[in-house]
């Protein structure tokens, strides 16, 4: 079966330091995997996806995300938070009949 | 102008009440599906659809209904609505090419059921 695994709920991040948020993944074909970011109050906005090729994949507002198959993860990073990245990030692995698989979430609080 | 939308934003209901939540969508796509998403649970898949005539049920459908009325509509049905449908509502799209594809939001409606 197809799941994805987000440890903690809550981040805390100071204003200009390292943004790193886990994802590991279980799928039995290999895997679509996606970030999304959900601002407050508004729906979920795609930050970036891995499909095939390129395991490091770049997204918007300096998020990059880097696919490795034998440690079944997706990390994703930013190099350095800014104010406005606070907001809940998902993590998502898209399953039989193009469905998606979604984690628990990361609420990320940005420190100043 | 968005291409998903959601009506209404926010509805407050009463325990027993049907309530019908709506998704619009302008961006063409065949695919659409309704989630519903929980503090701390993620976002649930609760129907979806890849045409007018093609309707799925997700992983958490007990106690919902949805009609696609058309390519660009797709309403979520709760027929007698209990405390625990509490929730954020959400309605995505997909263009369905490739069999593999990402999915677009709406902004949410919020139903808070007394």
């Known amino acids: 079966a197809q799941s994805v695994t987000q440890l903690g709920s809550h981040v805390s991040v100071s204003e200009g330091a390292l943004v790193l948020l886990r994802c590991n993944y279980s799928s039995s074909v290999p895997p679509y995997l996606f970030w999304y970011v959900q601002y407050p109050n508004q729906g979920l906005q795609l930050l970036l996806k891995?499909?095939?090729?390129?395991?490091l994949v770049k997204g918007i507002n300096g998020f990059e995300a880097e696919f490795k198959k034998s440690e079944t993860s997706f990390h994703l990073t930013k190099p350095s938070a800014h104010m406005s990245d606070a907001a809940e990030y998902f993590c998502?692995?898209?399953?039989?009949?193009?469905?998606?698989?979604f984690g628990k979430g990361n609420q990320v609080v940005v420190i100043p | 102008d968005a291409d998903v939308t959601q009506t209404p934003r926010n509805r407050i209901t009463k325990t027993g009440k049907r309530i019908m939540l709506e998704c619009s969508q302008t961006k063409g796509h065949d695919r659409m599906y309704w989630y519903r998403q929980d503090p701390g649970l993620g976002l649930r898949l609760i129907y979806y659809s890849f045409d007018v005539k093609d309707i799925n049920k997700g992983e958490i459908s007990d106690g919902y209904s949805v009609s696609r009325q058309a390519q660009a509509k797709f309403s979520l049905s709760l027929e007698s609505a209990i405390p625990n449908q509490t929730a954020l509502y959400f309605c995505?799209?997909?263009?369905?090419?490739?069999?593999?594809?990402?999915?677009?939001f709406g902004p949410g409606t919020r139903l808070t059921v007394l």
């Open positions: 995505a799209t997909s263009d369905g090419t490739g069999g593999r594809d990402t999915q677009y």
């Open positions: 998502a692995v898209l399953y039989g009949n193009n469905r998606l698989a």
């Open positions: 891995y499909t095939t090729g390129a395991t």
